[in-house]
């Protein structure tokens, strides 16, 4: 008997100190890739080189004892360095490996990633769980069609002065969301949590697909080319129980770029959490109009679990909000932060700076807006100036660096015409100093026991595992008096649910 195929899907080791700071994350991609990969008859691993905080030579081990025929990495574009090492790494264990890369850098960069990248057989253009299994099967199977079948690739046609990147048809997208099954059985989850709730076991999870906004400085719109998919809410509530009951998940981010753009779907969602007493703790990314538009029901987003959540406010001002083509205003920003803290909520939000015509004082002006919106954990990150966004024109002139690697929201990548990256860098720092020293101070005294606790751990966290402790540290600083003042009448952290 023929033994199977195998495929080994890897997360590159790279670390910015902005996402991973507050947990250790599932790679949901990668568990959807496998599960269909796995249901067209191949062998699956799946190996977390990011957040088990392992190099080259362990990944290189990996590769060796699971003796694998084909290798996949999927990156965004500040990850894409560390996961050509990966894929590098897998040629030199064995070149005859077939390697693949995915995510939404390969997805618009494919043309140079194979020109300049030898060590990259195929991209797997758009969404992975069509493409992957139809590829392996062109590759693996006697008889089969060619690579050149498959829809939604990249790859190599010709050498030397005859090479060519050929390009196939688009994929169609995945039509029924609710079909998929990912293989969340080949995680190991005991190394995922969620560090502000110590003792728990953190998931993520997909509900939808796809934005319909058309923000120029996002990504996401144009990989969805603006259209919406969603799961039901049955199939949705369905899965964190399964993933509670056979895994012990109790915290689960929602990897939705829109989760409640359906009311009727969402007003579901959170009904069924209740009634079925599903007791996971949920954190969300949506949008400003949906938060005002549920303000009567933001008790019942609590009761279901709804603990934290992301608005993308993105700017202090009007114009610049119209500037990023960001369908909201200012007022409204402030009034849907202003109804999830009255409802006990956590918010989440951010500010883009280092625009080209960014100055000391519209950094300034920034901060000093923030404090009206009063978030409890705003975010103060530097334009990435993704090579395929709308924006990419306006920002190319004032690029600095085209290693990607820096393009994270934290590395001066562009650069003001008034300002040096460093005085950049530094303002920065300085606008997550003075706003969480005001507002950080008022946490021990919430009356609401979760949140207080909640926030006093977010700023401890912050503060030991974020990139703003490698900052701290190379300035010969320790943590912050007022941190410190801050942890001394803390109590001991909320239990997982």
Known sequence: MTPRKR????????????????????????????????????????????????????????????????????????????????LRTAKEVDPRIVTLMGGIHANFMYDEILRDHPDVDFVVRGEGELTTPQLLRALAEPGAPGAARVRGIAYRAGEGAGLKIAAT??????????????????????????????????????????????????????????????????SFVAELEHLRDLH??????????????????????????????????????????????????????????VVHVYLGVEATTDDRLASFNKN?????????????????????????????DDTAETVE??????????????????????????????????IITRDYSKYNFVEPVVKPRAMAPEELKGAVLRCYREYYSRKAADFPRLADSFKRDYL?????????????????QAAGAGMPAWVREMLEGFKAPVAPR
Not at 328 to 356: H, W
Request: some cysteine.
């Open 7 to 86: 495929l080994l899907l890897i997360t590159p080791p790279y670390h910015a100190g902005v996402v991973e700071s507050a947990g250790r994350w599932p790679n949901v991609g990668l568990a959807y890739v496998g599960g269909q990969v796995r249901a067209a008859g191949f062998e699956v691993s799946i190996y977390d080189a990011m957040t088990k905080e392992v190099g080259l030579p362990e990944i290189a081990a990996r590769i060796r004892e699971f003796r694998p025929d084909f290798v996949g990495c999927a990156s965004y574009t500040a990850s894409f360095p560390a996961a050509m090492d990966v």
């Open 456 to 472: 006093c751990r977010s700023v401890e966290v912050m503060m030991k595992n974020s990139f703003l402790a490698r900052h701290m």
């Open 328 to 356: 909201v205003r200012v007022r409204d920003s402030r009034e849907a932060l202003r109804l999830l803290n009255q409802a006990g909520i956590v918010t989440e939000c951010s500010f883009v700076l280092g625009m080209p």
């Open 169 to 234: 048809p688009p994929q169609p997208f995945v039509p029924d969301l609710d079909r998929l099954a990912p293989a969340w059985d080949l995680l190991d989850w005991e190394d995922y949590t969620f560090y502000v709730l110590p003792g728990s076991r953190l998931g993520i999870v997909s509900s939808s697909r796809g934005c319909l906004n058309a923000c120029n400085f996002c990504s996401q719109q144009r990989f969805w080319h603006r259209t919406y998919r969603q799961r039901s809410a049955e």
């Open 365 to 398: 002006q920034t901060l000093e807006l923030a404090y009206h919106y009063d978030a409890d954990m705003p975010h103060f990150l530097l334009i990435a100036p993704w090579p395929y966004a709308d924006l990419y024109p306006q920002l190319e002139p004032h």
């Open 248 to 305: 012990g998940v109790t915290v689960v981010m929602l990897a939705d770029e829109y989760p409640t753009l359906d009311a009727e779907r969402w007003h579901r969602i959170l009904d069924l959490l209740i009634e079925r007493e599903v007791g996971v703790y949920l954190l969300l990314e949506t949008v400003v109009g949906d938060i005002i538009r549920d303000r009567h029901l933001l008790e019942k987003y609590r009761r279901a679990g």
